[in-house]
């Protein structure tokens, strides 16, 4: 499968998990996000998408993405941000305000075209848009948190393993057939387990409390589904192991300091690191640096091309 066709698979799974698990979150589940906040989320997602993609256009002097593939190329190119949109909706609870999820789909989006780095040849966004989207929105509204029990809050019984074993089944499916990121997965599940050994003997923290967030919904969409994104993570196995082990050391260095953002704020500084040093590497005169920073970090193909350094 070509790489590309792979990602435009994965993009299209993603979108239809995300979007049956919303609905069976607002008929089954017992969702605390209203309706109305979720077409408020994905009305924001689809604006704010088409407005900076016309811009873009205008200014590279190139007709936009959505024109020209009628209906199924608009879908296509709504998917990246329906899936920002959604997961922002679903992981914030801000009671009856909306304005507050508004401006994490907004930041969540945007992020793509302000945060930028050039790899291969070609400019990337770094940052994970619905994570970036959420940590955003929870620095900036204090009274804004990450809402971990309304995905099984209705759940009894059987359905109270069924629901997890599904996202466990239907996401190691989808990063193995199409993102191709099972080494990311089990290299964050084992640092995962590695600091809170680690924190029980150095600090004395109960283990069985710390390795409990693995059984939780929250902990299995955020590792099958947000770190695993193609156009944010690292492609190689060893970049990929290396981000994997890095979200699991911030984050246990993070819960060593009891800050509260716990695996979004791990995320995000790791993405955030990444994203620096690639443009450390795109700024290099040093063609070694480049080559060695970018194939460990980046998981590059190829080192990127850099031109000659003229003679004194």
């Known amino acids: 499968m070509a790489p590309e066709e792979a990602r435009l698979g994965a993009l299209k799974r993603f979108a239809v998990a995300i979007t049956v698990l919303n609905l069976l979150g607002h008929t089954v589940l017992g969702f605390e996000v209203s309706v109305v906040q979720l077409l408020a989320c994905a009305a924001t997602g689809y604006v704010v998408e088409t407005i900076l993609e016309a811009i873009g256009a205008w200014s590279e002097n190139r007709p936009p993405r959505f024109v ?165 993570s690292p492609s190689s196995v060893r970049g990929q192991i290396m981000f994997g082990f890095a979200i699991g050391a911030v984050y246990g260095v993070l819960m060593a300091f009891h800050v509260v953002l716990t695996i979004f704020g791990a995320l995000f500084l790791v993405c955030l690191s990444r994203g620096v040093i690639l443009y450390v590497c795109e700024l290099a005169p040093v063609r070694k640096m480049q080559e060695r920073l970018g194939a460990v970090w980046f998981g590059r193909a190829a080192p990127v091309s850099v031109p000659a350094i003229p003679a004194d």
């Open 68 to 232: 020209g593939g009628g209906f199924r190329g608009l879908v296509i190119f709504l998917l990246p941000a329906h899936i920002t949109a959604l997961a922002t909706s679903m992981m914030l609870f801000s009671g009856d305000a909306v304005l507050p999820l508004i401006f994490g789909v907004t930041i969540g989006v945007a992020s793509k075209s302000i945060f930028t780095v050039k790899v291969a040849g070609k400019r990337r966004h770094f940052l994970n848009p619905s994570n970036t989207g959420i940590i955003a929105t929870i620095l900036v509204f204090p009274s804004v948190l990450s809402i971990p029990y309304h995905f099984s809050e209705d759940l009894y019984g059987y359905w109270d393993w069924a629901l997890p074993a599904l996202i466990l089944c239907t996401g190691t499916f989808l990063n193995a057939r199409f993102t191709k990121k099972i080494p990311l997965i089990l290299a964050w599940l084992g640092s995962f387990v590695l600091q809170a050994v680690i924190r029980h003997y150095l600090l004395g923290t109960w283990l069985p409390g710390s390795l409990a967030t693995m059984t939780g919904i929250v902990f299995l969409l955020f590792t099958f589904y947000m770190i695993t994104d193609p156009q944010t």
